[in-house]
Structure formats: C-alpha cells, structure tokens
C-alpha cells in the first residue's frame, strides 16, 4: 500500500536522480517515489520545474495548505487516466437539468443517511438525540422531491444544522461546543477541527478521483464553475460524517486533542503543529481501518471506500448501473 507524506517543516523537496528527497533544518529525508501516493505541505516548501516533473511521472499529487493549515490548492499531475468519452458523459449528466439532479440528490441523501446513522449510533448509547433523529428524517423525506439544486441545497443545509446541533450532546465537554458553523476564521476549537477535517476529506477525495476516469472539475452537487474542483467536494459529503465526525469525536473524548492543542490568532482560532500530527496521524489509521464491504463480499480500507463510491459513479455515468450511495451499516 502506498503511503502518504506530511510535511510540516520549512524546506525544499528536490528531485536525485530517480528518487527525491526533502531538505530542511532538520536534514535530508529521502521519500520513496515507488511507495507514495500524496504529499502534503504545511510548512513553507519550495519546489523547482525539474522536481514537479519528476513526480509528474512518477503521478504523485501534492496538496498546499497554509500556516494557517487551510487547504489552499494542489499539484495536480496531468490527468494520466483521463478519457474523454467520461469527461463527456459528465458533462452530458451536468447539463442535462434532469440528469444532474438526479445524481446530486444521491449525494445528499448518502450524505443524510450517513449522519442520521452517526445519531443512531449514539442514541443507541444514551444520548438523548431523539428530536435530532426525527428532524433530520422528516427532511431526508423532501430530497426526492427537489427539482432544484437549490431547492436541495437547502435541504442539506437544513439537515446538517440540526445534525451538527447534536455535537454538544454527543461529546458533551465545555471545552468544545458547537454554537453554530463558523469557518475562515473557525470561532472555537470543534469549528477548527470540522473545517481541518473537512479540508482533509476533500483531499482524500481528490486523491482517489485521479486514480479513475472522472474529471474533478465536473461535479453534480456543487456548482461547476471558476472553482478548481467540485466533484470530490460531492464524493466527500457522503464520508465526512463517518470518517470526520467520528474521528473527532474519539480525539475529544479520549483527550487526544485538548484545549493546549490550539492557538488563538488574528485569522481565528488554529491547530498548534502538535494537534494537525495528532489529528493526521489518527485519520491515516482511520482511512486505513477496513470494514465489510457488502457488494464485495469482503473488507476494505475506509480509503478504497471512496474509490469504490467513485468506480460506482462512473458506471452510472455510462449507463452501466444507477448509482446507489454508501451508507454505512453500524
């Protein structure tokens, strides 16, 4: 299995003949190009032409995020498995006002179904998320008659406010209360974990896109536009709440991350380098973890998870098979 490098250190990755390595106060760390598969930045890394080519070969992605640890961009290869018979068909799919619905309502409602059973899971442990269940099912029942994505959108937003109105009950710790959705600043430290967790998915998502035919530049849910990427912002609603929220609340409630763990800023309040390792590490093993996998009669990794939601779009795209959203089943 191929690995994922996280730099935190200010440096330069340079390219040695056929390997590369990254340069920093610390000194020289070789990455092995044949066991990688992404490379993300948090310190101040320069790069040269000779270095991005090589890893152009080599089809390593690197993602950018800034001191701040906002997501701001990625290397992204030449599209190496790019057909245009799917970049046609995705298109054709965004286009048609029909055919476009159709598939964004499947995210929403993989999305939904995703965090009602994150309610379940707790309700079924004592915590009093009854009323919470109830709304966000009552709305669920509306995702099929939207006509619009706007219509859906607001649905989802609908949704997932009552959904995150149940963090304080599920973690129940002082420290960390929701209050309401705050980003770029977050205004308390759940907010700066969502949106560090959220950035994270979406990158994992991406990652995943390039290893297939799809272009994540066409999403379905999320407006194709002047933005980079939609399509892995669609993928990722489905798993954000069984890879991100879940994950939060393990470190919360087994004090891996603490109060210490955060700084408080100009720019709002942000992950101290100890907590992104503490949060990177713990998301590693959790996208490493594997689960039964129904429709393989096997396990997987929660990471081939997401390809496998990716290769299940394709197939729709292509008129295959209708694609039907993961929904997990603890």
């Given at each position: 299995m191929k690995k994922t490098i996280y730099l935190f250190s200010d440096g330069e990755l340079k390219r040695k003949d056929n390997t590369i390595f990254f340069e920093s106060e610390k000194g020289r760390k070789y990455i092995p190009v044949e066991n990688t598969d992404e490379?993300?930045?948090f310190g101040e890394v320069d790069v040269n032409k000779r270095f991005l080519e090589f890893i152009t070969q080599s089809m390593i992605i690197i993602h950018f995020f800034n001191y701040y640890g906002y997501y701001i961009g990625s290397y992204y290869p030449r599209e190496h498995m790019n057909s245009g018979?799917?970049?046609?068909?995705?298109?054709?799919?965004?286009?048609?006002?029909?055919k476009r619905i159709s598939?964004?309502?499947k995210f929403v409602k993989g999305a939904s179904q995703n965090m009602l059973q994150v309610i379940r899971y707790y309700r079924n442990r004592g915590k009093e998320l009854t009323e919470t269940e109830d709304a966000i099912l009552e709305l669920a029942n509306n995702i099929q008659g939207c006509n619009t994505i706007e219509e859906l959108m607001a649905i989802e937003g609908n949704i997932r406010e009552y959904y995150y109105g149940a963090f304080d009950i599920i973690i129940d710790n002082p420290d960390f209360v929701f209050e309401k959705r705050s980003k770029r600043p977050p205004k308390n430290y759940l907010n700066t974990l969502i949106s560090f967790g959220n950035s994270m998915m979406y990158t994992v998502a991406l990652s995943e896109i390039?290893?297939?035919?799809?272009?994540?530049?066409?999403?379905?849910?999320?407006?194709?536009?002047?933005?980079?990427?939609?399509?892995?912002l669609d993928v990722?609603?489905?798993?954000?709440?069984?890879?991100v929220d879940r994950l939060i609340f393990t470190l919360v409630k087994k004090n891996?991350?603490?109060?210490?763990?955060?700084?408080?800023?100009?720019?709002g309040i942000l992950l101290t380098e100890k907590g992104r390792m503490v949060f990177l590490q713990q998301f590693e093993d959790k996208l490493k973890t594997t689960i039964k996998y129904?429709?393989?009669?096997?396990?997987?990794?929660?990471?081939?998870?997401?390809?496998?939601?990716?290769?299940?779009l394709e197939k729709h795209?292509?008129?295959?098979?209708?694609?039907i959203p993961y929904s997990t089943g603890w």
């Open positions: 490379i993300y930045v018979y799917m970049i046609l068909k995705q298109a054709e799919h965004y286009i048609d006002p029909g598939i964004a309502r390039y290893k297939t035919h799809l272009d994540p530049r066409i999403g379905f849910l999320h407006a194709t536009n002047f933005r980079r990427f939609t399509l892995n990722a609603e489905i798993f954000k709440p069984i890879i891996m991350i603490t109060e210490g763990d955060f700084e408080k800023t100009t720019k129904k429709e393989l009669g096997r396990n997987v990794s929660y990471r081939r998870l997401v390809r496998l939601e990716l290769y299940k795209l292509i008129g295959e098979s209708e694609y």
